[in-house]
């Protein structure tokens, strides 16, 4: 089975105290949920319409795992939590088997 990809490219941060509640939350349910951080906020050079923001790539043992873990109840109180907060690009990608 592919592998299941979250990536996340923030435009813009508003609100960091809604960004840094929301980590706190994400990053338990993402664990539970299989997930594994690959890279999170480092140096980003972008090219084309890319923004030189936070980045977030997490991995997943299969793409259906990575839907499930957002779709999860934990998930989605990181997200109430982040509310407003940012402006961010985020896909779930399946990787190439």
């Known amino acids: ?3 299941g ?3 996340s490219a ?3 941060i508003s609100d960091p105290e809604k960004l840094t509640a929301y980590t706190k939350l994400a990053g338990p349910a993402v664990q539970a949920g299989g ?3 690959l890279a999170r906020g480092g140096r980003v050079v972008a090219h084309d319409a890319g923004i030189a923001e936070r980045t977030v790539l997490i ?3 299969t793409f259906e795992q990575a839907v499930a873990t957002h779709e999860s109840a934990a998930y ?7 509310s407003d907060g940012v402006e961010r690009d985020f896909r779930i990608i399946e990787g190439v088997d």
């Open 59 to 61: 991995e997943f043992d």
């Open 76 to 82: 989605r109180e990181a997200l109430t939590a982040l």
């Open 10 to 12: 923030y435009r813009t």
């Open 1 to 3: 089975m592919a592998k």
């Open 35 to 37: 997930g594994r951080m």
């Open 5 to 7: 990809y979250w990536v």
